[in-house]
Structures are given as structure tokens and as C-alpha cells.
């Protein structure tokens, strides 16, 4: 077992952070780059600037939820189309057309490869939740 105070850097993989998407609100990275992978850890509608939760509705969250993964993006160089695979947790499956609209307009062209999956419960009552992998 690693000792918790060792910051030993792998030299397998870079810890991916930027300051225009939202801080980890946990013991977590905002990704992992790994190869020519980036990992990226699932984004809430949190509004990076206030560190609260943004929109009160399906729509709103994930528009917010879109930002923050184009802000991780960026901060590598990339853009949705470097997304090759994507998780949406909804707190609600009934509300899939409204957030699958969001997500049409944001992977306008060659979508990503995708699950979607509905979850009892979310952090800070988030209503959707996305995690992406990326390709360099």
C-alpha cells in the first residue's frame, strides 16, 4: 500500500487539472492522462467560478455539465472530438430526450461511443452527471 503523503509521480501517467472547470469535490483528479488516453472524471452542473450547483433542470445541468467537460478538454488542447467514450448518470430516465438534445447539439458530428444509465441519487443533488475518455 502507497503511503497517503507520497507524491511520487508515475511515470505512466500526468494528473490532468484546470482551473475553468470545476475543482474535485472529493479525493479525485479531474483526469488522468494515460498513454494517449485521458480518463476524465465525471462532471456535474457545477458552475466553476462559484463552486455551486448551476441550472435546476435536466436542460440547464447539462448544459453546464458540457461546459465543464469542454474546459477539461481544452485545458489539453482537445475538443469533443477527441471524445471517443462518454457515461451520462441521470437521476431520472424520463428526462433522457431533454438531456439527449443537450448532448446531440455538443457531438453534433461522429458521436462518441456511450452508456446512459439512471442513478438513485447524484453528488449536491446534481441531476446529470457525464464522464468522458479522450484520445490525444
Known amino acids: 500500500m502507497k503511503d497517503k503523503k507520497s507524491k511520487k509521480k508515475d511515470s505512466f501517467r500526468t494528473v490532468v487539472s484546470t482551473p475553468n472547470a470545476p475543482k474535485a469535490i472529493?479525493?479525485?483528479?479531474?483526469?488522468?492522462?494515460?498513454?494517449?488516453?485521458?480518463?476524465?472524471?465525471g462532471q456535474i452542473a457545477i458552475d466553476p467560478a462559484t463552486g455551486e450547483l448551476s441550472g435546476k433542470d435536466f436542460t440547464a445541468q447539462t448544459k453546464q455539465v458540457l461546459k465543464n467537460i469542454d474546459a477539461l478538454l481544452a485545458s489539453k488542447?482537445?475538443?469533443?472530438?477527441?471524445?471517443?467514450?462518454?457515461?451520462?448518470?441521470?437521476?431520472?430516465?424520463?428526462?433522457?430526450?431533454?438531456?439527449?438534445?443537450?448532448?446531440?447539439?455538443?457531438?453534433?458530428?461522429?458521436?462518441?461511443?456511450r452508456s446512459?444509465?439512471?442513478?438513485?441519487?447524484?453528488?449536491?443533488?446534481?441531476?446529470?452527471?457525464?464522464?468522458?475518455?479522450?484520445t490525444l
Not at 26 to 41: A, M, R, T
Not at 85 to 107: G, H, P, Q, R, W
Open 26 to 41: 472529493g479525493p479525485y483528479s479531474q483526469g488522468i492522462e494515460l498513454k494517449k488516453l485521458i480518463f476524465f472524471s
Open 77 to 113: 488542447g482537445l475538443t469533443s472530438a477527441n471524445v471517443v467514450k462518454s457515461t451520462i448518470f441521470l437521476t431520472d430516465m424520463s428526462k433522457f430526450a431533454e438531456v439527449n438534445a443537450e448532448y446531440a447539439n455538443y457531438f453534433s458530428f461522429e458521436p462518441p461511443a
Open 116 to 134: 446512459c444509465v439512471e442513478v438513485s441519487a447524484l453528488p449536491m443533488g446534481a441531476l446529470v452527471e457525464i464522464e468522458i475518455i479522450a
